[in-house]
């Protein structure tokens, strides 16, 4: 687990993305101890991870975790690399935090955890990936000092910016 202040980022391991798949929400909350807001079970990309596990459990650490909020229980995001680092120590972050606990500053303690992490873990630049819609997102990861290197086509989200920061340096 990485702890901030605020949240703990908890390891969604292989049995937790098990529930998560099947949609067990009371079994989930049970295993996390922790409440479940709506649609968050939703956001967990709990297949793609599962088989990322399964060819190589060692990527584990690097996977999506809850973001819960300490002393509430409650759980109010996922956070999480897509893949342990690349050959050049790259990393992708990803971060959602559900609606109503929005712009409380949620996802940029978790992401400022997690690329410390990183960094102490060996990686050495995080990238981010964002919809140019998503103003507070880019600008978010704009104050945490990433900067617009391009664009890419995901199959899943469509257009996207590229966005990247290096990791040696202690996280802002």
């Known amino acids: 687990m990485i702890s901030t202040p605020r949240l703990d980022l908890v390891p969604l391991e292989p049995d937790a993305l098990r529930l998560i798949q099947r949609a067990e929400t009371f079994e989930v909350e049970r295993l996390l101890g922790a409440s479940i807001p709506p ?11 599962l088989a990322q596990l399964e060819a190589d459990p060692e990527e584990q650490p690097w996977l999506v975790r809850a973001i819960v909020l300490r002393g509430t229980g409650r ?40 690329m410390e992490w990183a960094r102490e873990t060996g990686a050495t630049r995080c990238r981010a990936c964002v919809s140019p ?10 104050r945490l000092g ?27």
């Open 39 to 49: 649609g968050w079970i939703e956001s967990i990309p709990a297949a793609k991870r």
């Open 75 to 114: 759980i109010v995001g996922q956070a999480g690399f897509h893949d342990a680092p690349d050959e050049e120590g790259t990393v992708e972050i990803g971060y959602e935090v559900v609606p109503r606990h929005r712009r409380r500053g949620y996802a940029s303690e978790a992401v400022r955890a997690l």
């Open 133 to 142: 819609a998503n103003e507070a997102s880019r600008e978010m990861l704009e």
């Open 146 to 172: 990433f900067k617009r290197v391009g664009h890419r086509i995901d199959d899943e989200d469509g257009f996207e910016l590229v966005m990247v920061r290096p990791l040696e340096d202690p996280a802002q």
